[in-house]
Nanobody, 122 residues
Framework: QVQLVESGGGLVQAGGSLRLSCAAL????????MGWFRQAPGKEREFVAA????????TYADSVKGRFTISRDNAKNTVYLQMNSLKPEDTAVYYC???????????????WGQGTQVTVSS
């Protein structure tokens, strides 16, 4: 069973930046695509960004394009989400997850972290 551990969340003012990290406790990290999702209070969990096993391809939700960047370091078994120009509507719990393919569809992700809270104040 793979374990995913997110970190890096916190409170930031609008316009600020945060970098989230997700460490995977598994030897198979480099064989899976990885994604980030978020869930705001009272809302469904939504796709944010994903990256292929090698890091060669990425995909983003329209709401974060140009502001967020997903990356990974397979030597460190870690995937990152750099978040710039943060807005109050980015406030949510952010989750990393694993999938066998590059996709924005939640049903393909078979392992999830516990989440890290990001709060953006106006």
């Amino acid at each position: 069973q793979v374990q995913l551990v997110e970190s890096g969340g916190g409170l930031v003012q609008a316009g600020g930046s945060l970098r989230l990290s997700c460490a995977a406790l598994t030897r198979t990290f480099s064989t899976y695509s990885m994604g980030w999702f978020r869930q705001a209070p009272g809302k469904e969990r939504e796709f944010v960004a994903a990256i292929t096993e090698s890091g060669g391809r990425t995909t983003y939700a329209d709401s974060v394009k140009g502001r967020f960047t997903i990356s990974r370091d397979n030597a460190k078994n870690t995937v990152y989400l750099q978040m710039n120009s943060l807005k109050p509507e980015d406030t949510a719990v952010y989750y990393c997850a694993r999938a066998p393919i590059l996709t924005d569809l939640r049903q393909f992700y078979d392992a999830w972290g516990q989440g890290t809270q990001v709060t953006v104040s106006s």
